[in-house]
């Protein structure tokens, strides 16, 4: 069994044009081929806070809480 991991655009167009993702891993075993996306692992940074969309962190959210409970109380 032998692994590789490439960029989908070495691929021909009629076969990328299938896998959403920018990295393709290639597996070879017993004569089969087989392509899967690799998904992308979210760095550090982009799951800061809490949510991922980064509008939003979780220090932001905190402060935004309490003025909220200060404006009730």
Known sequence: METL?????ILPEPIFS???TEK???LAENG???LS???????????FG??????LSSQ???KQKTAEKEMEG
């Open 5 to 9: 991991v490439v960029d989908k655009k």
């Open 18 to 20: 299938y896998i959403q």
């Open 24 to 26: 393709i891993r290639i």
């Open 32 to 34: 089969n081929v087989v």
């Open 37 to 47: 996306p690799v998904k992308n692992k979210p760095n550090a940074d982009e799951l």
């Open 50 to 55: 809490m949510f991922s969309d980064g509008k």
């Open 60 to 62: 932001d959210f905190i």
